[in-house]
């Protein structure tokens, strides 16, 4: 049966005497590893300090939640993410170190970018290692112990993989340093190399973690990732391995891709997982990530829980504030309710005013963005007294957006409401959602795909808010991504990720993967604006630039702005920050950031 997992961020562990104090002391001392040692709840203490360290998103972006809770964060967790890429039009000072990289002006810094190359990652490794070193001193079954290296090592190879995603070559640490071992001024291994590191520790994972944990386990705080996990993460990071392989060039592209689909179809298959729905194809696809509790969701792998007065955040009050709002690339790119796309479909309604772009199409956009009809159903922005969208210039309102697409898939009303750090919200960290988008992906991109894997995995999702069905294999192609290079088939595809996973932190590393960076150089355009809109808008028009697009305006975010998107093919893989090279130099530069 399955077992919801979650994690409480405090750091009230009872740990005997140890846990954060314990990884954080390095090197520590002879005598007390000696005598730690000594029982299975020792591991189970120490490993708990592995989840502490893992709630800071900033640093540690792989088991993502909202962050470490309490605090003013902008950048910390899921919904951030989408700022790096096209469905967002941030634009706020608290923005900042997102849309540099969404707009493509970034370059070498002193300092680690959020989510970048950061010491405490590389203390994390540390930890994990010293584990790894340690464990088998416990005279407990082996068994057992292999249980804790599987969440260890799981944790490492996923960490090691966003890295490469990221950076590329990597130098792979499996044990742990002195302070004159010669590793500390080693250079980076083989991105080859190190990706098989990783998919060993995966493959560990998921051999030697339970599929539910029994006691001493069970239901404790934190919740152990498990291997349903251990399979999610394994879907996903070889399918970017897989992609990333084959439009950029590298070899070996199709083992991985075999890897995710076989990953993706065990857990489909045997983690008895379902898609959440309650027949009201309105609200069913936005419960997820709105909702401060997934105790009941069938769909979900993992989350972080999130309490007031516990471990509360802000999140729902300062992404609503600043995360400027959807684009027009994002609501484009959502099918008509006969299933074309909106360059195709006779049924397409037109964008004369704001009301027009939700008619006839896909149920999700206007569960991810506010339909002006829904504002009382939603109780949007807790502001009866005003009408929205609400753009920059007007007066009135509690919120304004950039682009006039104003953000509701998070939106939770009674949340936003809620004090300072009293936050509650708590989305998934993993869910079948995304495992059944990556099977499809991995299928078409190995060439082997039939209906029914499309029936199992994209219809299903389409199912869900009584979609038009993909019965087709060879579908029109979209006029908007014929100049893609990639068939039809998987112009479908990946529209259904972009739609399926907004706000779930996979947008910028998608187009990455697929070599897409011209749409990250494409303008970020909002709303129509043309004469009617400009009445409608009061104030609008002088806070306002537009952009033609086949003679009609649109707002244009950043037009006249010094972050005007730009793209290079180096910014596919980021640059290391200058103090990583000061303390090592034999790491070296990324290509083109010399």
Aim: glycine content about 8%; overall charge neutral; hydrophobic content about 35%.
């Amino acid at each position: 049966m399955k077992k919801f997992k979650y994690i409480i961020l405090v750091a009230a562990l009872s740990l005997i005497g140890c846990n954060d104090d314990f990884l954080e002391r390095y090197p520590l001392d002879q005598v007390s590893n000696e005598i730690f040692w000594t029982s299975e709840k020792d591991i189970i203490n120490y490993n708990n300090g592995l989840y502490e360290l893992v709630k800071d998103d900033r640093t540690i972006p792989i088991l993502m939640g909202l962050g470490v809770g309490p605090g003013v964060n902008f950048y910390d967790g899921l919904w951030w993410l989408d700022e790096m890429s096209d469905n967002l039009g941030a634009t706020t000072a608290r923005a900042l170190e997102m849309y540099k990289v969404s707009t493509g002006n970034f370059n070498v810094e002193n300092n680690p970018r959020p989510f970048g190359y950061h010491p405490k990652g590389w203390a994390f490794v540390r930890a994990i290692n010293f584990g790894l070193a340690n464990y088998d001193r416990v005279p407990i079954a082996q068994n057992i112990i292999n249980q804790y290296k599987g969440e260890a090592r799981l944790f490492r190879g996923w960490f090691y993989a966003d890295k490469v995603s990221r950076f590329g070559d990597m130098q792979w640490i499996d044990k742990v340093l002195g302070t004159n071992s010669p590793e500390l001024y080693g250079k980076r291994d083989p991105r080859d190399f190190v990706m098989q590191k990783v998919l060993e520790d995966l493959n560990f994972a998921i051999a030697n973690l339970p599929a539910n944990w029994g006691p001493p386990n069970d239901g404790q705080d934190p919740g152990r990732i498990d291997k349903w996990v251990a399979l999610a993460v394994k879907s996903r990071v070889c399918l970017f391995e897989g992609t990333w392989r084959k439009y950029h060039g590298l070899s070996g592209a199709n083992t991985w891709l075999q890897e995710s689909a076989a990953a993706s179809t065990e857990l489909m298959n045997t983690g008895g997982f379902s898609l959440y729905s309650t027949g009201n194809p309105m609200g069913d696809y936005r419960f997820a990530s709105s909702s401060t509790t997934q105790a009941t969701n069938p769909e979900v792998i993992y989350w972080r829980k999130y309490e007031p007065l516990v471990n509360g955040h802000f999140a729902s009050r300062l992404f609503w504030n600043y995360n400027g709002g959807a684009t027009k690339s994002f609501v484009d790119d959502f099918l008509c309710t006969d299933g074309l796309p909106i360059g195709l479909s006779p049924q397409y309604a037109g964008d004369a005013k704001i009301e027009d772009v939700f008619v006839n199409r896909d149920l999700r956009l206007r569960q991810c963005v506010l339909n002006p009809e829904d504002q009382t159903l939603l109780t949007y922005s807790n502001d009866p007294l005003n009408t929205y969208p609400r753009l920059n210039g007007m007066t009135g309102g509690r919120n304004k957006s950039n682009t006039g697409y104003h953000v509701v898939k998070h939106w939770n009303a009674v949340d936003e409401l809620s004090p300072r750090n009293q936050h509650s919200v708590s989305p998934p960290c993993l869910r079948l959602g995304e495992v059944l988008l990556n099977y499809a992906e991995a299928k078409a991109e190995l060439g082997t795909i039939t209906q029914t894997d499309i029936d199992i995995s994209i219809n299903k999702l389409r199912d869900r808010v009584n979609m038009a069905r993909l019965t087709t294999l060879t579908p029109p192609m979209d006029p908007a991504h014929a100049t893609d290079g990639v068939s039809p088939l998987i112009v479908e595809i990946r529209r259904e990720r972009r739609v399926e996973l907004f706000l779930e932190a996979q947008r910028y590393d998608d187009l990455r993967r697929w070599k897409m960076g011209k749409y990250l150089a494409a303008p970020t355009l909002g709303m129509r604006f043309d004469a009617a809109a400009i009445a409608r808008y009061p104030g609008a028009a002088s806070q306002n630039k537009t952009t033609l697009v086949n003679g009609i305006p649109y707002i244009d975010v950043r037009k006249g702005t010094d972050y005007e998107p730009k793209f290079e093919d180096k910014m596919y893989l980021w640059p290391l920050p200058t103090s990583a090279l000061s303390e090592n130099p034999n790491l070296g530069q990324n290509p083109g950031w010399e």
